[in-house]
């Protein structure tokens, strides 16, 4: 009998394995829309020369040592664990996404934070956030970008969410 499979999505962390080099730091990113900004950002996520890493090995932490274990723990009763990031710099990414190293978090005390970084915009939204990280293919083409293309790719598998409110 093939194993079970459940996806389970887990958020980034503002805190990492490699720092981000200043060009990918999203305090250093302008823009006067929440369009504009996030095209500046995906900009300077497509065109950096950065040695990258899966994202399971740049996210650093307990939570990230919990999420990491994840897939082991599963197999053990018969339920294959698709590891999902999502990524207040990068989108929603496999686990094993080759990343540059970044820094962009939801943190709001975080001089990186995507959520200052759009406290001055008229038309601030973290939806219109997630939306536009969604519009480019990301560091997986072919990958699902939102939770709807994952949930219709997987729909004989559940998803698992574990995140805080400002990602739900």
Same mark, same amino acid.
């Given at each position: 009998?093939? *194993?079970?499979? *459940?996806?389970?999505? %887990? ?9 981000? &080099? /200043?060009?990918?730091?999203? $305090?250093?990113?302008? $823009? ?17 020369? !950065?040695?990258? #890493?899966?994202? &399971?090995? =740049?996210?650093?932490? /307990? ?19 698709? #590891? ?6 990068? $989108? =929603? ?18 001089? /990186? ?9 008229? &038309? ?8 536009? #990280? ?16 994952? @949930?219709?790719?997987?729909?004989? !598998?559940? =998803?698992?969410? %574990? @995140?805080? &409110? %400002?990602? =739900?």
């Amino acid at each position: 009998m093939s *194993a079970r499979i *459940a996806n389970i999505i %887990v958020t980034c962390t503002k805190r990492k394995s490699v720092p981000a &080099d /200043d060009y990918l730091q999203l $305090g250093r990113v302008a $823009g006067s829309t929440v369009a504009e900004l996030a095209n500046q950002w995906i900009s300077r996520l497509r065109t950096m020369t !950065s040695s990258t #890493l899966p994202a &399971d090995e =740049l996210y650093s932490g /307990d939570h990230w040592q919990i999420a990491r274990s994840l897939p082991e723990v599963a197999s053990g009763q018969g339920v294959e664990v698709r #590891l999902w990031v999502c990524s207040a710099g990068y $989108g =929603l990414i496999p686990s094993r996404a080759p990343l540059k190293p970044y820094s962009a978090t939801f943190s709001t005390h975080h001089k /990186d934070s995507v959520l200052r970084r759009l406290a001055p915009l008229k &038309d601030a939204s973290i939806r219109e956030w997630w939306t536009q #990280l969604s519009t480019w293919p990301g560091p997986v083409p072919g990958e699902p970008r939102t939770l709807s293309e994952l @949930a219709r790719a997987m729909k004989h !598998s559940p =998803l698992i969410f %574990v @995140a805080s &409110d %400002v990602y =739900l």
